[in-house]
């Protein structure tokens, strides 16, 4: 059973710090990995689709890599604002109609 | 503005009552699906549709139906509500190109 896990679950930083988010996953066996942010009281917004076949995609300040073999990926988000404050959550589609959702990290950047 | 709209934002609904949240797309993808987010538990499908006129039951279906009569909209129905459905309930669509795509969510209280 595909099983995804986020380190850390909650992380606390001032403003212009450069962040690691983790994301590890029990199977390889996977179409894509999508991260997600959400902001309190609010949907799911897409930040960065990477498939299986890619090794990582980058929009803006985030950058996200795969490592299919070793069931990891990570969100790099560069020089951090007030403003990236939100949960972020990755999700793993193992099959056709599911999408498996880590329990997210929490991330507050004080200024 | 392209993407989903989910309705209501929030209700609260007397336990045994019958309630359908709406979902509607403007994107024309096929594959639709509802989610359920409770704190500790995460987001978890209920039943998603790969197509109009096909459904397919997820991983918490008991006490809830969909109907995909036409590729836009894809309504999440309970037929009689008990307390255990209180939840933020989040329609989604998905391509193999772009992923998942979130509407804003209902926030539901049964009573």
């Known amino acids: 059973k595909q099983e995804v896990t986020q380190i850390p679950a909650a992380l606390s930083v001032p403003e212009g710090e450069n962040l690691v988010l983790n994301c590890s996953f029990t199977d390889s066996a996977i179409y894509n990995l999508q991260w997600f942010r959400q902001d309190p009281g609010k949907g799911l917004t897409s930040l960065l689709l990477i498939q299986s076949s890619q090794r990582e995609q980058t929009s803006g300040r985030l950058n996200a890599s795969l490592d299919k073999s070793s069931g990891r990926s990570t969100l790099y988000i560069a020089a951090s604002q007030p403003g990236d404050s939100a949960t972020y959550l990755c999700?793993?589609?193992?099959?056709?109609?599911?999408?498996?959702f880590g329990t997210g990290t929490r991330l507050q950047v004080f200024p | 503005i392209a993407g989903i709209t989910q309705a209501p934002t929030s209700q609260i609904l007397a336990a045994g009552r019958r309630m359908t949240l709406r979902c509607t797309q403007d994107m024309r993808h096929n594959a639709m699906y509802w989610y359920r987010q409770d704190l500790g538990l995460g987001l978890r499908l209920i039943h998603y549709?790969?197509?109009?006129?096909?459904?397919g039951k997820g991983e918490v279906p008991d006490g809830y139906s969909v109907s995909r009569a036409n590729t836009d909209d894809f309504p999440l129905t309970l037929a009689s509500a008990v307390p255990s459905q209180t939840s933020v309930y989040f329609c989604a669509s998905r391509t193999d190109r772009d992923g998942y795509t979130f509407g804003s969510g209902t926030r539901l209280t049964v009573v």
């Open positions: 999700a793993v589609r193992p099959g056709r109609d599911k999408l498996i």
């Open positions: 549709s790969n197509t109009a006129g096909t459904t």
